[in-house]
Nanobody
Framework: QVQLGESGGDLVRAGGSLRLSCVAS????????MGWYRQAPGKQRELVAT????????DYGVSVKGRFTISKDFAKNMVYLQMNSLQPEDTAVYHCYADVLLTTLQRHQYWGQGTQVTVSS
């Protein structure tokens, strides 16, 4: 089993910045990909950003491109999300995601409980 723990969510004013962190723990052999998705009240969960093991492939949601930056330290099983120029529409619960190869050689995807980001106007 794998657990994901997010941190860094907060209340911030429009135009401000936040940095989210997520650490994966458990029976991990290899992390294939980690990332962030978000879900606002009454809306579907949407892609924020993902990053592959090599770090060469990064994918961003359209609404965050140019404002958010994803990075990783898979040696520490961690992924980060630097969020700049935050807007009220960025308000959501941000969930960490991991696609991992377990020590049992099974591949699974996991989700964290989420961290709340609230942007006031």
């Amino acid at each position: 089993q794998v657990q994901l723990g997010e941190s860094g969510g907060d209340l911030v004013r429009a135009g401000g910045s936040l940095r989210l962190s997520c650490v994966a723990s458990g029976s991990i052999s290899v992390i294939h990909q980690m990332g962030w998705y978000r879900q606002a009240p009454g809306k579907q969960r949407e892609l924020v950003a993902t990053i592959t093991n090599s770090g060469s492939e990064k994918d961003y949601g359209v609404s965050v491109k140019g404002r958010f930056t994803i990075s990783k330290d898979f040696a520490k099983n961690m992924v980060y999300l630097q969020m700049n120029s935050l807007q009220p529409e960025d308000t959501a619960v941000y969930h960490c995601y991991a696609d991992v190869l377990l020590t049992t050689l099974q591949r699974h995807q996991y989700w964290g409980q989420g961290t709340q980001v609230t942007v006031s106007s």
